[in-house]
């Protein structure tokens, strides 16, 4: 049977550079986009989530084995056949001619695997002729890296893009061939009460001739997104029911029910008047594009209207009469002072709009301990800075007395329940854009009805973090750093909210269920009605982000922004308060705007074959599904400790619990999200010990990648993608995937972050993920670790090379390397040293980064510091790391650590905090000529080398002549190559760059001249 042994494409090859490049671009990316749906943590980005799952179902067709059948439909769908509409494209207005676009690169064979390549991505005849240099090439914008045939383009998505819908049927095509001519006799075909609705079998693709893609661990659902529109049956499951309804919102639902019909009738004139404006759907007749959208928006506005009778008029406009956005609020405290004691208003800063052409601050005005706030424009504006000290973590100054408060006290007071809180302006709406004016008596009288309304509504009682918060909860249990409002006395949920947040988010909820009521009564379809109260109830749980006291204002784009997308839960000193009945910012009509737009996105084009996904809420270490159902699990698991997911999410499920617990029973059993099995090593749930928690997620993982070998095909693949940096983490994940009876076979970095890290110098977070494909493990004899170290040494060394050539440098680099280093290492049954021990992952995967760094300094044979030096620029340049977090990677073994400390001694790094840089010679020349650079140990090459280019940038040529010779450089092959070498890898712009440049270029002059020169009197300059 030939296919038994044909590997997929991703197996074999992918194209790294093009999909990271696409990836990048998804954090941007917003109209119709599934970040804008809801907010999920660490969501794959699509581009990456597509390439990964179309690769990881076709076989590669250069492979001898591959199905004749599957080799010939490359050829005649990406070669012979190409559909009209792939043979040109726009730029603007110029419709450029292009009838072969999946033709590989110049110089590269045309062979089928590569055709197949440059289908998934290829870079655009744009981007090409600027990278060569081409005369008046411009570098392209980067929607346009990117040739506008790639499967792997966002706007390929775009079901109004004809030529992206072409390409689409092509993938799906080849992903059938593919499935139907490597059939596996064991691949179940989905049982009817399994697998949903129908709607694919009627338009084109039978189901039972499409793959089955399992992600145990859907979260925000990126990929079964990606399998269903490649035209796969997926399998979307997570633990947490807050992620499960944002998967059926995402790859269920439109997909199942997004689809034109008639409604014109039933909406009524009643919201059209009432809300002048509208996204989807405004039907002039009966027939409607999207049933799915107009029903949601029309109970939305039904629900907004509503709120709008009974709670408008606690956002009364002032005295100009301007609509109301929203209100900005400082928390206070007392000053430390005992002679003071003044109420602080804690303030980052008095600036509320600082726009290049338009700026507006407050100003405070100090009266005996009483503070007044005004507004200040442009010129006018006298200060900015706020009382919170800059750099001060938490430090306020008292405007009346000028001491400073610590944040000990702040915590203290926030402990006593002594933190209160001011409106300090007013946002309003204008017609030239936002306006900000100073609180009003009318604003006060409006708050106070308000709160005094909200002491008849219940304030939600859920504990955050109720491991370390709830009364009952064991000391010491730790904490997780990104969950910061609890040691600030903000121990519930409901204290996340003023009281007019929590009024207006209890009477949203009251309206849903009226809503949902009479939708009961109109629409008899029960799952349809769960569909639509899904994206209602997500709406209203979008729109709690905007009303918090945590809510963010955004001086710098004047708009409000939700305080959860940092993965945390922070501390925020001064908030804005969203008038959720505003059309400008954070306001709920425009949060409904989002997600109509997704659901039309992601609604099934008519004519098209896509099956709604099924999705499951629960452990993935017992999935309700078929052994050997699925034919590729593609999946992204946690990572590690990074993200404190159902922590995080229990903020939107106390709300999504109240709103739709009656309706969606199933996702709402327990009364906070469920947290005993998630696959995480989170100390805080084991009591405060960190060993424990570091167990559980191996363990819990192992266990989830058992279940998913159970579930998959016996010759399947598994996608696994990974995103932690430290060897802790990944000793975790592969001890799990050894225990799972698994072994990698191919490893891809993928870039997705680059020039955006969410969460600055945080040491868990890599800049790319690492996808490993693993099938199971073949296990052979019991190995000798010096046989096997061989074999890493090589294999690294290999990888070293093409993860360099993709564009991976830092620790993104070496942590690609741990992938084909286990692949290698799990072949066997174990590996022992020559005593006999077994060697551990912990080891492995130090060899590994030992074998990456050796690599890097590749021939480089210098002293030990030099090497280091060496390899840091090598990895990092001249960017500025997390010390911690790089000396962590570029030190080997416990000789390493030393050698970190003597070359931060000796001034090889600028170290300046928790922050760290390569030392460059303008920060080494008052070390070198005070003599003290050498140290202990002598003068290292690096000393020698910034010693020369000093020289010659005094000027002083003789000198240096000199110096070269009387310390025997000019022929030290070792002396030229770290010049050489540092001369690769510099950036051009420093000068350290063109010194060495320089000296590289004099070399051969320099030595004439050493030679005539006679034997120096005098030594070297700085008496190194
Ligand atoms: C890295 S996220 C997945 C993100 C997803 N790929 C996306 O693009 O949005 C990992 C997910 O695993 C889920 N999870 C954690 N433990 C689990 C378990 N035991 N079973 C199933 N899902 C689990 C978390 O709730 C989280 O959504
Ligand atoms: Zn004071």
Not at 39 to 50: D, E, F, H, M
Not at 336 to 346: D, G, K, M, V, Y
Not at 641 to 661: N, Q, T, V
Request: net charge neutral.
């Amino acid at each position: 049977m030939p296919d038994a042994v044909c590997n997929r494409l991703i197996e074999v090859a992918l194209p790294i550079r093009e999909i990271s490049a696409e990836s990048v671009r998804d954090k941007s990316l917003r109209h119709g986009h599934i970040s804008t749906l809801h907010l999920w943590w660490a969501r794959r980005p699509l581009a990456a989530s597509r390439a990964v799952v179309f690769a990881s179902l076709v076989p590669d067709p250069d492979d001898p084995n591959c199905p004749a059948e599957f080799r010939s439909a490359v050829t005649r769908l990406l070669r012979d056949n190409v559909p009209a509409a792939l043979k040109g494209y726009w730029r603007g207005r110029n419709f450029r001619r292009d009838s072969d676009p999946y033709r590989p690169y110049d110089g590269t064979p045309d062979t089928p695997r590569n055709r197949l390549l440059t289908f998934i991505a290829r870079w655009s005849p744009e981007w090409l002729a600027f990278e060569k240099g081409a005369k008046d090439s411009q570098q392209p914008a980067p929607a346009e890296l990117l040739d506008d045939r790639s499967l792997v383009k966002w706007e390929t998505s775009d079901p109004k893009n004809e030529q992206g819908q072409a390409v689409l049927r092509i993938a799906r095509e080849l992903v059938r061939i593919a499935h139907t001519s490597t059939r596996h006799s064991e691949a179940a075909v989905p049982s009817g009460e399994e697998s949903g609705s129908r709607n694919a079998e009627t338009l084109g693709l039978a189901q039972s001739d499409m793959p089955v893609v399992l992600d145990p661990f859907a979260g925000g659902g990126a990929i079964p997104l990606e399998a269903g529109r490649l035209g796969c049956q997926a399998i979307a499951n997570d633990y947490n029911p807050v992620a499960y309804l944002i998967l059926r919102a995402t790859c269920e639902f439109p997909q199942k029910y997004g689809k034109p019909g008639l409604r014109a009738q039933e909406a009524g004139p009643e919201t059209a008047k009432a809300l002048n404006s509208s996204f989807v759907s405004d039907p002039p007749s009966n027939q409607v594009p999207n049933v799915l959208a107009y029903d949601v928006e029309h109970w939305a506005k039904w629900i907004l209207e509503r709120a709008r009778q009974r709670i408008g008029h606690l956002y009364p406009a002032g005295k100009d009469g301007k609509p109301v956005v929203g209100y900005l609020w400082a928390r206070t405290a007392p000053c430390s002072n005992p002679t003071c004691r003044a109420e602080i208003p804690l303030l980052r800063s008095l600036l509320v709009c600082n726009k290049p052409a338009k700026r507006v601050a407050l100003t405070a005005s100090v009266q005996g301990k009483q503070v007044t706030f005004g507004i200040a424009k442009g010129k006018a504006i006298a200060h900015t800075d706020g009382t919170m000290i800059e750099k001060g973590r938490g430090d306020c100054r008292c405007p009346v007395c000028g001491q400073v408060t610590p944040v000990a006290d702040l915590r203290r007071a926030g402990l006593e329940g002594k933190l209160g809180e001011r409106m300090v302006a007013v946002i309003t709406d204008t017609p030239h854009g936002k306006g900000y004016r100073p609180v009003e008596p009318s604003d006060l009288t409006a708050f106070e009805e308000a709160r005094q309304l909200a002491e008849t509504v219940e304030r939600p009682g859920e504990y955050i973090v109720p491991e370390i918060n709830a009364p009952n909860a064991p000391p010491d249990a730790g904490a997780h750093r990104s969950i910061s409002v609890d040691i600030y006395g903000f121990k519930t949920f409901g204290s996340l909210f003023n009281p007019r947040q929590l009024l207006a988010m209890q009477t949203f909820v009251a309206c849903l269920h009226d809503a949902l009521a009479e939708l009961g009564k109109r629409k008899p379809d029960a799952e349809y009605r769960k569909a639509v109260a899904t994206y209602l109830g997500l709406w209203i749980s979008r729109n709690a982000t905007f009303l918090t006291n945590l809510g963010i204002w955004k001086p710098s784009g004047e708009f409000l922004s939700t305080p959860f997308s940092m993965q945390a839960i922070p501390m925020v000193w001064d908030y804005a308060e969203a008038n959720l009945f505003n059309q400008a910012t954070g306001g709920a009509l425009s949060q409904l705007g989002w997600i109509l737009r997704f659901i039309a996105h992601e609604s099934c084009p008519p004519e098209t074959s896509i099956y709604p996904a099924q999705v499951n809420c629960g452990d993935a270490a017992q999935m309700p599904f078929t052994t050997g159902k699925a034919t590729v699990v593609v999946t992204d698991p946690p990572y590690f400790d990074s993200i404190a997911y159902a922590d995080l999410a229990d903020f939107f499920y106390l709300w999504l619990k109240r709103e739709l617990g009656d309706t969606l029973p199933e996702a709402f059993a327990t009364p906070q999200t469920p947290k005993a099995e998630e696959a995480v090593a989170h100390k805080h749930r084991h009591q405060g010990n960190r060993d424990k928690g570091k167990q559980h997620f191996q363990h819990k993982l192992a266990a989830c990648l058992v279940e998913a070998k159970r579930v998959c095909i016996s010759d399947g693949v598994l996608a696994v993608m990974f995103a932690h940096q430290s060897t802790e983490a990944w000793t975790a994940l592969v001890n799990a995937l050894l225990e799972a009876g698994l072994n990698i076979t191919a490893t891809f970095p993928i870039d997705t972050e680059r020039g955006n890290r969410m969460v600055a110098l945080d040491v868990s977070a890599l800049e790319s993920s690492i996808t490993v494909i693993c099938r199971p493990r073949q296990v052979g004899t019991a190995a000798a670790f010096r046989d096997v170290r061989r074999e890493i040494e090589r294999v690294v060394a290999e990888s070293v090379h093409r993860f360099w050539d993709y564009g991976f440098r830092g620790a993104d680099l070496i942590v690609a390397c741990y992938g084909p280093a286990v692949g290698v290492f799990g072949r066997y049954e174990r590996v022992e040293r020559a005593d006999g021990t077994p060697v551990g992952v912990p080891e492995l995967l130090e060899l590994a980064k030992e074998c990456a760094l050796k690599a890097i300094a590749g021939e480089f044979t210098g002293d030990p510091l030099s090497r280091l030096y060496f390899v840091w620029a090598n990895l990092y340049g001249t960017a500025t790391q997390a010390w911690d977090d790089a000396r962590l990677v570029v030190q080997v073994g416990g000789e390493g650590e030393d050698a970190m400390e003597v070359a931060r001694r000796r001034g090889l790094f600028v170290v300046d905090g928790p922050t760290c840089r390569l030392a460059l010679l303008r920060d080494r020349s008052p070390l070198l000529r005070s003599g003290r650079g050498a140290g202990d140990e002598g003068a290292s090459l690096i000393d020698e080398l910034h010693h020369a280019m000093q020289l010659w940038k005094d000027e002083n040529r003789a000198d240096l002549v000199l110096y070269l010779r009387e310390h025997d450089l000019i022929d030290h092959a070792p002396y030229w190559k770290l010049a050489q070498a540092l001369f690769e890898v510099l950036p051009h712009e420093e000068e350290d760059w063109k010194l060495v440049r320089s000296l590289l270029g004099e070399r051969e002059t320099l030595r004439l001249e050493a030679r005539r020169t006679a034997p120096p009197v005098q030594p070297a300059l700085f008496g190194a």
